[in-house]
C-alpha cells in the first residue's frame, strides 16, 4: 500500500498569511493527488486533483503543486473560513490511501 | 445540483449486520464510479469500497474485503453497502462519494451517516 504522510498535523497562522501543506507519498504517484478540505463539522470536499488542477467554484488563494512523492497545497492571504482539516489522498493504486491530516487554525 | 443522501446508519452489535442506502441525483449516475469512505470519530478518511459505473466490478481495501459488499442499482440511482461481521473499529462516518471522471479521486461527498458497533 502507498502511504502518504502529511505535513505538520496542525498549524496556527494569522489572517492574510500564506500557508504551506506538505504530502509526501511513499513511492512515485506521478501526479494522481488530490486535495481535500473538510470544514467543522461537514463533509470533505474536493479542491485540488492531479496535484495542481483547481475544481470548481475553490477560489484562486489555493493552489497545488509537486512531483513524484512530494506535494504540497498552499493558501495564499488566509481567510477566516479557511479554518479547516485538510488530507491529501492518492488515486495513483489501489488501495487509495489518505494522509492524516492537517488542522489549520487561526493565531 | 448533485446530491447524495446516505440512510441506514444506527447502532449496532458486534458480529452483526447492517446495509447503508445512498440516493444520488443531479448527474447521470450510471456514468459514475461511486464508493464509500468512512471517517472514525476524530481521525483520518479511509477508503472502504469502490464500484464500477456498470456495477461489474467492485474493489476493497484488506480491512474490509470478505465482510463488506458494495452495490448499486442504476434504475433507482441508488448505491449501496452490506456491511457483515461489523467490529468495533468499524464505527465511524460513512460517506457515499462519487469517484471523479478521470481518476479515482472523490468529487461529491455526502453528508454522511454514522454507523456505531457496540454492545
Known amino acids: 500500500d502507498i502511504q502518504m504522510t502529511q505535513s505538520p498535523a496542525s498549524l496556527s497562522a494569522s489572517l492574510g498569511e500564506t500557508v504551506t501543506i506538505e504530502c509526501l507519498a511513499s513511492?512515485?504517484?506521478?501526479?494522481?493527488l488530490a486535495w481535500y478540505q473538510q470544514k467543522p463539522g461537514k463533509s470533505p470536499q474536493l479542491l485540488i486533483y492531479?496535484?495542481?488542477s483547481l475544481n470548481d467554484g475553490v477560489p484562486s488563494r489555493f493552489s497545488g503543486s509537486g512531483s513524484g512523492t512530494q506535494y504540497s497545497l498552499k493558501i495564499n492571504s488566509l481567510q477566516s473560513e479557511d479554518v479547516s482539516i485538510y488530507f491529501c489522498q492518492q488515486n495513483y493504486d489501489s488501495p487509495w490511501t489518505f494522509g492524516g491530516g492537517t488542522k489549520l487554525e487561526l493565531k | 445540483e448533485v446530491q447524495l443522501v446516505e440512510t441506514g446508519g444506527g447502532l449496532v452489535q458486534p458480529g452483526r449486520s447492517l446495509k447503508l442506502s445512498c440516493v444520488a441525483s443531479?448527474?447521470?449516475?450510471?456514468?459514475?464510479?461511486m464508493s464509500w469512505t468512512r471517517q472514525a470519530p476524530g481521525k483520518g478518511l479511509e477508503w472502504v469500497a469502490s464500484?464500477?459505473?456498470?456495477?461489474?466490478?467492485?474493489y476493497y481495501p484488506d480491512s474490509v474485503k470478505g465482510r463488506f459488499t458494495i452495490s448499486r442499482d442504476n434504475a433507482q440511482n441508488t448505491l449501496y453497502l452490506q456491511m457483515n461481521s461489523l467490529r468495533s473499529e468499524d464505527t465511524a462516518t460513512y460517506y457515499c462519494?462519487?469517484?471523479?471522471?478521470?481518476?479515482?479521486?472523490?468529487?461529491?461527498w455526502g453528508q454522511g451517516v454514522m454507523v456505531t458497533v457496540s454492545s
Open positions: 462519494t462519487r469517484v471523479g471522471i478521470r481518476a479515482h479521486y472523490f468529487d461529491y
Open positions: 492531479y496535484a495542481n
Open positions: 443531479g448527474f447521470t449516475f450510471n456514468n459514475y464510479w
Open positions: 513511492e512515485d504517484i506521478y501526479s494522481n
Open positions: 464500484i464500477t459505473n456498470s456495477g461489474g466490478s467492485t
